[in-house]
């Protein structure tokens, strides 16, 4: 089984990293809000997938906020953000660099791709073709980079928000099952809500621009430093037994499913406790319910999963499944 998406080192007073966390929370999301109308689901689970350590897949249609989602969370938690938008002809080395020829010292230097950084926005990451894939998926698996012959650490924040259009397939490549199961989450964001539209065309009128963010008053409400140190709070979010066995029931019935042809395997379980763990830190307490494993239980498990033909005959979703599968496993008292 593959390592965590992190290794938290220990934090002894769990009183005070829960309240930290729960601030950062409460911080973060005002400053995003600034420029974000409605989604505050998914920005409640993007945040929670950055404090997670993983990386994360937004689903959505073009228009709804997807980039500007991960530009204002980026900006609200002090860190360094990059864009690339993949294309069928973006090779390896537009994103992890390549050596050039330097004029002036009459050498080959490095020139290191937009990968280096902290936030990484992979903008419709199903239109490059797999080999392109490939080389970001494993520096997310990795957080290191091997070019010309030297392996390159990433930023202890780096972290990928990838997205993709659920509707088009003309021109895509989609994402193979196993580099699938390498997102800790994937996010559906939907439409906004009838007032929420209307308060979208309402900001726009007075003048917001969703690229000058600066201008709309989004300031960082934690440094990359407290962000980490968020991380770190996750070992101080107890689960107790039962809470641990139901995890792993819930990821054992999808591979008992006759409607599921591919179930979870142990990832699946390691990501769900841990987006349990900083889901219940963000919102301030310092152990795990159920409640917090059922919210997740969606975003972590169901693009991981592959519906039998029957089920896929019968129009079924993933979604659809999963839920009749939750509702099988007993939640514990």
Do not use: W
């Not at 089984?1 to 911080?27: H, L, Q, T």
């Not at 059922?294 to 519906?307: A, D, T, W, Y």
């Amino acid at each position: 089984m593959n390592a965590p998406p992190f290794s938290p080192p220990p934090f002894p007073d769990s009183g005070n990293a829960v309240r930290s966390a729960n601030a950062i929370r409460e911080g973060v999301l005002a400053e995003v809000r600034k420029a974000v109308v409605g989604q505050d689901e998914p920005l409640e689970l993007m945040l929670c997938g950055l404090v997670a350590g993983g990386h994360i897949l937004l689903e959505g249609v073009p228009g709804v906020a997807k980039t500007l989602m991960a530009k204002a969370l980026s900006r609200s938690v002090g860190a360094d953000f990059k864009r690339i938008q993949f294309t069928p002809d973006l090779m390896p080395a537009d994103i992890l660099g390549t050596s050039v020829f330097d004029l002036k010292s009459q050498a080959f230097v490095l020139a290191r791709g937009p990968i280096f950084t902290d936030l990484l926005l992979a903008d419709e990451i199903n239109r490059a073709p797999a080999k392109t894939q490939s080389a970001l998926l494993e520096a997310m698996q990795e957080r290191a980079v091997s070019l010309e012959g030297k392996n390159l650490q990433l930023s202890p924040m780096f972290t990928v928000f990838a997205t993709q259009n659920p509707v088009e397939s003309e021109g895509t490549y989609p994402l193979p099952e196993a580099q699938l199961d390498r997102f800790l989450l994937k996010i559906d964001v939907g439409y906004p809500a009838p007032e929420e539209e209307d308060a979208i065309l309402d900001s726009v009128h007075r003048g917001f621009d969703s690229g000058d963010l600066a201008r709309a008053g989004v300031n960082a409400a934690v440094t990359k430093d407290g962000l980490l140190q968020a991380r770190a709070a996750l070992s101080a979010v107890n689960v107790e037994q039962p809470v641990l066995s139901y995890i792993r029931k819930l990821v054992a019935a999808t591979r008992g499913s006759p409607n599921i042809r591919l179930g979870a395997g142990p990832r699946a379980g390691v990501h769900l406790l841990l987006a349990s763990k900083a889901l219940a830190a963000l919102r301030g307490r310092d152990f795990v319910t159920p409640d917090d494993v059922r919210f997740l239980v969606g975003p972590v498990l169901r693009h991981r999963l592959l519906l039998s033909p029957d089920a896929e005959l019968d129009g079924a979703t993933p979604a659809e499944v999963l839920r009749e599968v939750v509702q099988g496993v007993e939640v514990p008292r």
